[in-house]
């Protein structure tokens, strides 16, 4: 009974130790994986940054940029089409040139024959614009100049017309009145030719001498009319005729070429100036009224009256056309440059403890 228990017992104790070795032979469980550190990759060699060029300390802001406007653009005054037109003038006021002594010389050698007399006009005529036209080639021709050689010839013609009284009276053939007008209509042609080439004047400028010897002879006229007490043509209205036309022909001479007006307003005034006129004269004829019958012509206006309004008319239609067109923009040979005008711009400044205003521009 004893040797069962005992190996009962060694076979418990065996089974045990068995089984408490199989629990310690068992491997251990691995240990938790470490976290990889992640290599860096390889550097290349630093390279040193760019050094940046030294600047000025400090910097201020850029300086603006003066804005120049641009000129006025020139009209097209030299055009073709003005070209020729303005040499045609010239050329048709020589051609008037030769016409009239064409006609002296008919007159003079007293030509009954139609077909030398008819040769002897178209010679005239074309050998005027033959001449005119060989200045055309040599001088420049504008309108200023063109303006100035046919107000020469009138005013040259009115002179000479004006010397028949004084010179010819009482006994006067038609031969020497034909000479004193070519003589007067010659000299005034060449004169203001000449004279439209030296002074160089703009078509405005051309434009207020003719209205300045209208004005004169106008008012010469009318003050002839005023100061007349025989009702003839005598020596005091051809008198004051030839002070009024040489004295509007002088002054404007002298003036014109000191004038910055343009073509426009120098047509304005003009225009102002024989409206002016025309409206003196309506006002006073149907204002004023008839005479009185002294005269035996009961249909005729007071002159004096009539006279003495148009001459009012006239100065103050000349002196409204100024008014008037004050504001217009002179011709463009005097329009000021964009380099001389004013032209200013501001702008802050600021630099190392300083702040102000920059300024730019033209004075």
């Keep these: 009974m004893r040797t069962v228990t005992v190996v009962t017992l060694a076979a418990s104790v065996g089974l045990a130790a068995c089984l408490t070795s199989r629990a310690f032979a068992q491997p251990a469980p691995p240990p938790p994986p470490q976290p990889q550190t992640p290599q860096p990759y390889p550097q290349p060699y630093p ?26 653009p020139t009209p097209p005054d030299q055009s073709s089409y003005g070209s020729k037109l303005h040499t045609g003038e010239v050329i048709a006021d020589f051609a008037a040139v030769g016409t009239i002594a064409a006609i002296d010389i008919l007159i003079r050698q007293d030509v009954n024959n139609g077909s030398a007399g008819t040769f002897i006009l178209l010679a005239g005529l074309f ?13 420049e021709v504008d309108a200023g100049a063109a303006h100035s ?26 031969a020497d009145v034909m000479g004193l ?43 002839a009319i005023l100061g007349s007490r025989n009702g003839t043509y005598d020596n005091w209205e051809n008198g004051t005729l030839a002070i009024g036309l040489d ?29 002016g006129a025309l409206v003196g004269g309506m006002v006073a004829g149907l ?19 009539v006279a003495g309004c148009m001459t009012a008319g006239l100065w103050g239609g000349f002196g409204l056309g100024i008014l008037m067109s004050r504001d217009y923009e002179p011709d ?29 521009g033209t004075w």
């Design 149 to 174: 050689t046919t107000i020469g010839l009138i005013a040259g013609a009115a002179n000479g017309a004006l010397l028949i009284k004084p010179l010819l009276e009482p006994d006067y053939e038609a």
């Design 247 to 275: 004295a509007g022909l002088v002054g404007g001479a002298l003036i014109a070429p000191n004038l910055t007006w343009s073509k426009k307003r120098a047509r304005v005034v003009l225009a102002g100036t024989v409206l």
């Design 127 to 139: 050998g005027g614009g033959a001449g005119g036209y060989l200045l055309t080639e040599k001088y």
């Design 332 to 360: 463009a040979k005097y329009a000021k440059p964009a380099s001389a005008r004013t032209s200013t711009s501001f702008m802050p400044f600021v630099g190392d403890r300083t702040m102000g205003v920059s300024a730019g």
């Design 287 to 305: 204002t004023t009224k008839k005479k009185d019958g002294m005269t035996g012509n009961d249909d005729d206006y007071n002159g004096d009256v």
């Design 47 to 72: 390279q040193p940054y760019p050094q940046p060029y030294p600047q000025p300390y400090p910097q201020p802001y850029p300086q603006p940029q003066p804005y120049y406007p641009q000129p006025y």
């Design 181 to 223: 007008l070519f003589l007067g209509s010659a000299v005034g042609t060449g004169v203001g030719f000449a004279y439209g080439q030296a002074a160089d004047l703009t078509e405005g400028q051309s434009t207020f001498l003719g209205n300045a010897v209208l004005l004169g002879t106008s008012t010469a006229a009318l003050t």
